[in-house]
């Protein structure tokens, strides 16, 4: 999919608030498989099957592009960070100017992504734990809004 293709919602609806993976990401939900026995839909199966092999790809050149076309719409973006290191990307992205202040990040830990870096200290916007991670400290000295969502393993 195209950063175009990607960012159209966007440029369509132009809403206030919209998704933004701040890098990216193996978003994989396959694990969930054996806990059903039956399927609500034909297409769960297949879908919850293809995430084993799936990477959702977010580039510093597609996000410096979905960047401009929010600017554009004046949409702001939602930063989701599923791993404590997007910290570093939005504080990248910030530092180029390719965002406005202030942003908003959603931590989003649980998925399995890369759970070998998710410890208890990358699941709080609590200051002190925040200091424990140079990006996280930088973004949130320039002024940012900070909000946390727990997946269930």
Not at 64 to 81: D, M, Q, S, V, W
């Amino acid at each position: 999919m195209t950063t175009e293709q990607r960012v159209a919602p966007v440029e369509l609806y132009k809403p206030e608030l919209a998704s933004f993976n701040a890098g990216s990401i193996n978003f994989a939900l396959f694990h969930v498989m054996p806990r059903y026995k039956e399927w609500m839909f034909e297409w769960e199966k297949q879908y919850l099957g293809f995430t084993e092999d799936f990477t959702f790809p977010n580039t510093f050149k597609s996000t410096r592009g979905c960047c401009a076309k929010f600017n554009e719409t004046g949409t702001k973006p939602e930063f989701g960070i599923y791993d404590s290191g997007r910290v570093n990307n939005v504080a990248f992205v910030m530092q180029e100017g390719c965002v406005r202040k202030p942003v908003y990040i959603q931590f989003v830990m649980g998925v399995p992504d890369r759970p070998h870096r998710q410890r208890a200290g990358h699941r709080s916007s609590d200051t002190r734990r925040c200091q424990a991670y140079p990006g996280l400290e930088r973004v949130r000295k320039e002024g940012v809004l900070i909000g946390t969502a727990l997946m269930p393993a």
